[in-house]
Every structure is written in C-alpha cells, then in structure tokens.
C-alpha cells in the first residue's frame, strides 16, 4: 500500500511539472479561441446569418439556363420540335409522315427569367422570419459564449481550490509528523504514554491518506480544465495560489431590484424568446398566404437545332396567377397550428421573464451567503491556528493533552480548507450573478 501510494505520488508530481501555469485572463483566451462548444454556436449563427440570404433571393429574379436534348418518333414531339426548329415545309404535311415520322433529334437552349409579383406576403414573411430566426441564433452565442465564460470560472478556481487543499493538506501532515516526533520524544523520556504515540501516529496517516486523494483528483481537476478551454492537447493547469485569490473580499450588498431589471434588459435568453415570438408571428403570415392568390411572371428565349448548324429562335412571355379554392382544409390547420405556436412562444417568453427574476435572487443570495461566511472562515482559520499553536505549546510542558492538540490540528486544518473553499465561493458567486444578470465578464 505505502510503495502504491508513493507511486501515485511521484505521477502526480510529474504531471504537474509538465503542466503550463497561467494567468485567469489566459485561461479565459484559450476557451474563447478553442472551446468546441462555442465555435459550434458561433458556426450556427453564421449560417443563420447565410439563411437570411436565401430567403431574400426568392423575392429577386431567377434567371436560369436549361440544355435539353431529344431523341423521338413520337408525333407530337416531332411535329413540335421541327416547328421549332423552323424547318418546316409542306411535304412534311404527309399524313404518313405525320402519323409515323422518323427518329428526329432536338438540341433545346433556354433562357428562363422568372419574378414572383404577388405571393400574400409569403416570402416577405419568410424574409422577416429568417432575420428573427438569425438574430435568435446570434443571442444563443452570445449566451453560449457567457456560459462558457462561466464553465472556466468555475473550472479555473475549482483547480485551484483541489491545489489548495493538497497545500492545506501537505502543511497539516508536516504538523502532524512534527507533533509525533514530539510525542515519541516525550515518550521516551517518560513524559507521555505510548497511546499518545499511536494517536499520532493515526492522524498522520489519515492526513496522508487524504493528502494522496486530493494529489489525484487535483489531476482531474486540471483535465478537466483543460477540457473547457479546448486545450486537451497542451496541457495546462492554473497559477498556484493565485493573486486573485488572497485578494478575494466580501461583495458589498447591491439592490436586487436593479439587479433583476439588469436581467431583465440584458439576458439573451429573453432576447432569444422575442425574436422566437417573432418568427412565429411571420410564420403565422406565410400560414395566411395560403387563402390568398400568386402572381408570378416569366419570360423564356429558346434556341431549338437538330445539328447546332443551324438553329430555330422564339421567345415566350407568361403571366401566371393561382388560386386555392379547396385544399381539404389543410390550409385552415396551417394557420391553427402557427397561432398555437405564436401563444406558446409568447407564454414561453414571459415564464422566461419570472424565471430570469429568480435566477437573479438566488444568485444574489448565494453571493451573500458566500460574503457572509468568508469573514466568517477568516476568523475561524486564524482561531484554529492560533488555539492549535498554543496547545502544541502546552502538550510540550504538559500542560495540555494529546487529544487536544490532536483535536486542534484537526480543526486548523478544517478551518484552512474552509476558508479557501470560501475565498472560491465568493470568486464563482460573483460570476453566477453576473451571468444571472446578463452582465458577465469574469475579467472584471
């Protein structure tokens, strides 16, 4: 057991000196500029962005331009194709000819233009849609790109709060093998009984044992920083006690209604639920489109040659206009299911709108919480270490018992990693109010 443990932490030794230290504000550069998930949000938006341009080019001229060819010895086909080649002469009025022509060949160039007049405010409503639908997508990587931020606040600190207790840790297992040297040596004098020894002895190693778990879950703390930032192929871990950190002081109270209203104005969900609304108040439109008629023009230039030598030339202009008298009510549901969906987006967006205020609130609250119980840690790390000092102090003189100095270094050492984990807390509170806010920028 002691060579596995020894072991582990020679790995764990080595992995952190392969490791690259940086800043917060490195960390926070390399997941803007790697993290997947938000390359993915902003690819979503630009092709968003791209749709908007199909819908606008079916508002705008088609032109197009069709090769067609033919083979045949159907009549109608053969008649057809040699008018328009325009070749035709009066012995081709040969009623056998006619019923049974010969195989004929048709090379057909067309140039098409075609423009929707009228469409019942159709693709207009579709155009409007796909903007609302972009600035949707556009929202959802700005909101991406917050929670990102989030995820390597939570991420960074999390790492540093793992190596902080491997610190906190490493300096209580130094205390407790000072404390049983002192023991045996008291003991060897006489001074104290060997049960004073073995109690030493046990809470040393049961510091050792967690010292050795907090060595490895402080390598998966640091992959999974890695991980977040997108940076798996170069590993990288944060700066040991960080500045930031001994910095750390309690948020003064700020006014939760203005907090609220902030999120309220800023929070791109909401921003993404209006423009949801929008898009289904344009899609309720192209719904009701389908009562009204189409309108649409074309205009054709067509070259017809059976060998390309030459060739027969025409031009064709249609005006075209439809109408649905009777679809089997399909376009009645249509609208139905696009006002059902209007009311839903709309209910969505206000129910959006009450969560984002309690979002805010507890946000709010736990950043006070957090506040409250640093002053609260800060004062309980330094009675723990001060009570643990001078009971060392008084065991030395026999003056105190060993379970008390026992009891003492235990407390000291709790009291250190409360406090570190309060020092985290309010770092990572503070950044869940300002992501709850809509107002998150973790450099701040």
Known sequence: MAALCLCATRVARAAQAKRERISFEQALSLALGHNRVLRAAELASGAAGRDVGVARGAMLPSLDALETYSNTNNPTLVFSNLLN??????????????????SFQNFQSMIRLTQPIFTGGRLWASFAASRDAADAARWRAIRTRQEIEFEVVQAYYGAVLTEERVGVLDRALAAARAHRRQAQNLFTHGMVVKADVLRAEVMEGTFEQERNVARNQLLTAWDAFAHVLGTEDRPVAPLASPPELERVAATPPQDLKALIAKGLAMRPELKIAQSEVDQAEQNLKIARAGYLPNLSVSAAYENDSRTFSRAGNSYSVFVAGQLNLFNGLATDSQVGAAMDRLARARELRDELRHGIALDVEKAYHALAAASENLDVARRNAAYASDAARILEDRYGSGLAT??????????????????VEARVAVLVTRAALKLASGQLNPGD
């Open 85 to 102: 080649q325009q070749e035709f002469t009066a012995s081709d009025f040969n009623v056998q000819r006619l019923n049974f022509p010969a």
């Open 402 to 419: 060993n379970v008390a100095v026992l009891d003492a270094e235990t407390s000291r050492k709790e009291a250190a990693m409360r406090l």
